[in-house]
């Protein structure tokens, strides 16, 4: 039986398959969220009504720039959602992009395998390669756990090169099935972008819901203080190597993604610093444990990243770095945190401990 | 208003100028109703290039002035050139982005492209996506050979695409064949060490390939394995990693192995500027050294070196020193070396020479088709002209039409070019002579070939002191 229980703001489900469900529906808690997921889901159809009747053209580059953002998101809420639950800053997520778009790339041009499979190994080879370098979490911090995963890319990147005979080196691995082939480019581009944005959708969705449980209190535990944490009971080496390993596996979907949308992947155009860069400064402009954030920081960034290339030369991407660094030093808590301090009660669960003063 | 209200208005502000500044006038695709393209109307041309990287800067440079020259003579078919720069960031996703913009927005029908492997790879699939909507010629100055085989196998949707270079396979025939032999000859020695810059364009010449193309199966072997069969002893061979900046081993293993000629496969992912001063200074000094690609093709190459070329051997298209290979070598010169006024010829690079060339081959394959507008006809006409106003390549090896892995790329590198760092930084052209005549090249330019004049380079430190 279904019923609202409006003294509680909730909508319960009395018995489904002999379980109870129930959920908040106070509009204070799912109303902007909502609105904000509707802006995001119709902004690139308003952005192409409204050039294209302005202008006369189709905005491809803006559409294109779009992409990228969910390209950018799905990076950065995976990232995000890591530093949360592992109390560690990876400083190579781009290894793991690379990971996925070189599996989807050699297994669709080597054994003709679709992107649907694709999709699933790269997940898999991610995750697989995650778990396997998870333990650095445990063992691992400071200034030795960001060499770590600083130097991953590079060994990647290098290998790359040594056998540029698998990897194609700087030319990459050409003619990877693309995901869309209609025969309509502009519809291929919104297929792109609806399926990016779905990907980001999805990946924010789980990250949420797992920020919202108990889950998430634990991680919060982890990240506040992680030996207090484990004082109380809490398991941290094995939420950090879970953790690790889910995010491990979202972010070469990214790449996977890249694969078959550009009909090809070269590592070494990824692996660089620049976009490291760009991941972290993101990641960090959206704002501490900001899980929306992260797509509200990488949507800002890339299109200003395109209107900068676009209006300022050779300055443009200058003038992005100069732009972001100031943006760190006058938001302090990110995009999101603007936000936020409207809205505490929408903050994420932290453990506070305050230490007794001595008398 | 307190301090984030402050900083978001301003972010606000700031990102609405932007955004309404970063419209460009712009052309409706083709098809479009409204404006009929009459004779005046500008033929646009993209050039997606990262212009903070100083060889593509001169590239842009180059595009400008060859379409100043070409709207000096009336244009095409009395249609001006407009050129229009997109700023790729040398990143394969801001790369396809600007191409689209190119092709869409601005109503580009021709895009002269930064020879970025990556970068062309994912244009080009994209541009096999354009095309039929929006026809366009696409032109990058390289690119792995996979893009030669894709236009040999897939014509139909891929005949946009040239390469504005010999493809990576036939490079290595050309070192093998045309620059080592004859270096040697002049050295005098029979004994060679190899070097291969390790990246994805040297894998034909390092392992050898073949290809199965529409045009039958080509086989290539290793540079290696073609000197030996014509006498050549590679007495040390390296495969020299990416980014290396410790060339001393190298040079001492070369020395202690006799050669007598050092052959570096290089391109600009090699530091041939580091490599010129560590071997001018070290034990294997006297040991001719040969470049191939990379900054040495540059007079600035000279100053870049703080003078350690001297003697050096590498292909070489700076002004004034290239020799008249087409009308436009000079026609070109005259304009170029004006723009650098007192200070003399900038400098200028090979792939600057392609793309300038390919914007008068394309003029002259509409004119012959009569139309600005046909693209596929203009394409067929790229294919079956010979073309003879290249600025550096004879016709026969800058022919787009061969029916062999050469198909839509150059057959030859310019078989005269190999040039002589000598006193002062003056270049001395020292190729063999029947060689250049072979490849097509007139007497005038043959008249500018002085094997004669190679010096040892440690006869040249003695001479130039």
């Known amino acids: 039986m279904v019923r609202i229980e409006t003294r509680r703001g909730r909508l319960i489900i009395d018995d489904l398959f002999g379980k109870r469900y129930e959920w908040t529906v106070e509009p204070r808690y799912w109303r902007n969220p909502i609105i904000a997921f509707l802006a995001w889901l119709v902004m690139p159809l308003v952005v192409y009504g409204v050039y294209t009747s302005a202008f006369g053209v189709v905005p491809v580059a803006l559409l294109s720039t779009l992409v990228f953002a969910n390209v950018l998101s799905m990076m950065t809420l995976s990232l995000g959602f890591q530093s949360i639950g592992t109390g560690r800053l990876n400083f190579g997520p781009h290894f793991f992009l690379a990971l996925g778009g070189y599996t989807a790339a050699l297994l669709n041009v080597n054994y003709g395998l679709n992107p649907a499979i694709t999709l699933i190994a790269a997940f898999a080879i991610g995750a697989i390669v995650g778990l396997g370098l998870s333990p650095i979490t445990i063992i691992s911090r400071g200034v030795y756990f960001v060499l770590f995963t600083l130097i991953l890319p590079l060994v990647l990147y290098q290998v790359a090169y040594w056998r540029s005979d698998i990897f194609g080196a700087e030319t990459g691995i050409p003619g990877v099935d693309a995901l869309f082939l209609t025969g309509d480019l502009i519809l291929d581009l919104f297929l792109f972008l609806y399926t990016s944005l779905a990907i980001a959708t999805i990946i924010m969705l789980i990250y949420d819901k797992v920020l919202r449980s108990k889950y998430g209190l634990l991680m919060g535990a982890v990240n506040e203080d992680e030996e207090l944490a484990r004082m109380y009971g809490v398991n941290a080496p094995f939420i950090k190597v879970v953790i690790f390993t889910f995010t491990s596996g979202a972010m070469a979907v990214a790449g996977w993604f890249l694969a078959h949308y550009q009909g090809s992947f070269a590592g070494p155009a990824w692996l660089t610093p620049e976009m490291l860069a760009l991941i972290l400064l993101t990641s960090t402009l959206a704002g501490k444990g900001a899980i929306y954030g992260q797509v509200i920081a990488a949507y800002i960034i890339v299109i200003l990243r395109e209107v900068l290339r676009s209006t300022s030369g050779e300055l443009g991407l200058a003038a992005l770095y100069i732009i972001m660094l100031v943006l760190l030093f006058v938001l302090p808590e990110g995009f999101w945190g603007l936000y936020r301090k409207r809205r505490y009660r929408e903050y994420y669960p932290t453990i506070k401990v305050r230490k007794r003063e001595v008398l | ?465």
């Open chain 2, 1 to 465: 208003m307190n301090r984030t209200k402050w900083v978001l208005a301003v972010v606000l502000v700031a990102m609405a100028i932007l955004l309404a500044g970063c419209q460009q006038p712009t052309q409706p695709p083709k098809g479009a109703t409204t404006p009929i393209p009459g004779e005046k109307e500008p033929i646009k041309v993209c050039g997606l290039f990262d212009s903070r990287i100083p060889v593509f800067k001169i590239n842009m440079e180059g595009i400008k002035v060859a379409a100043e020259m070409i709207n000096e003579q009336g244009g095409i078919l009395g249609r001006p050139v407009e050129v229009i720069f997109e700023d790729t960031q040398k990143k394969v996703d801001v790369a396809v982005t600007a191409y689209r913009k190119a092709v869409i927005e601005h109503g580009c029908e021709i895009i002269l492209m930064e020879g970025v492997s990556e970068e062309v790879y994912a244009v080009a699939e994209e541009g096999a996506k354009l095309y039929p909507k929006y026809p366009h010629i696409l032109i990058a100055a390289n690119a792995g050979m996979e893009t030669n085989i894709k236009v040999i196998n897939e014509y139909d949707k891929y005949k946009f695409y040239f390469k504005a270079l010999h493809p990576d396979a036939g490079q290595g025939l050309q070192i093998a064949y045309d620059v080592v032999p004859p270096v040697a000859e002049l050295v005098g020695t029979k004994k060679v060490a190899l070097w291969i810059e390790e990246a994805a364009w040297t894998e034909c010449m390092r392992k050898g390939c073949s290809f199965d193309t529409k045009f039958g199966k080509s086989e290539v072997k290793s540079i290696k394995e073609m000197l030996e069969e014509q006498g050549y002893e590679v007495v040390h061979y390296a495969d020299i990693a990416v980014g290396e900046k410790n060339f001393l081993p190298y040079l001492e293993a070369a020395k202690a192995s006799g050669a007598g000629v050092i052959m570096v496969v290089s391109s600009w992912y090699t530091d041939t500027v580091t490599l010129a001063k560590q071997w001018s200074t070290s034990g294997a000094n006297d040991i001719q050294i040969v470049l191939w690609g990379g900054p040495h093709q540059m007079s600035a190459y000279w100053k870049m070196t703080g003078n350690a070329a001297l003697g050096i051997i590498a292909p070489y298209f700076s002004y004034p020193e290239l020799p008249p290979v087409s009308p436009l070598t000079e026609e070109f010169e005259k304009k170029w070396c004006a723009k650098g006024g007192e200070a003399g010829c900038p400098t200028i690079e090979q792939s600057t020479h392609h793309y300038i060339s390919e914007l008068f081959r394309i003029k002259e394959a509409m004119e012959k088709v009569g139309s600005t507008e046909d693209i596929d006809a203009v394409i067929k006409a790229m294919e079956e002209t010979m073309f003879t106003s290249h600025t550096v390549i004879s016709p026969q090896d800058c022919y787009f039409g061969r029916k062999d892995m050469y198909f839509h790329s150059y057959p030859w590198h310019p078989a005269y070019s190999l040039g002589q760092y000598q006193c002062g930084g003056k270049v001395v052209y020292v190729n063999d002579k029947e060689i250049a005549r072979d490849h097509g090249y007139s007497e005038e330019v043959i008249k500018e070939l002085h094997p004669e004049a190679y010096k040892n380079p440690a006869e040249l430190r003695e001479i130039c002191k």
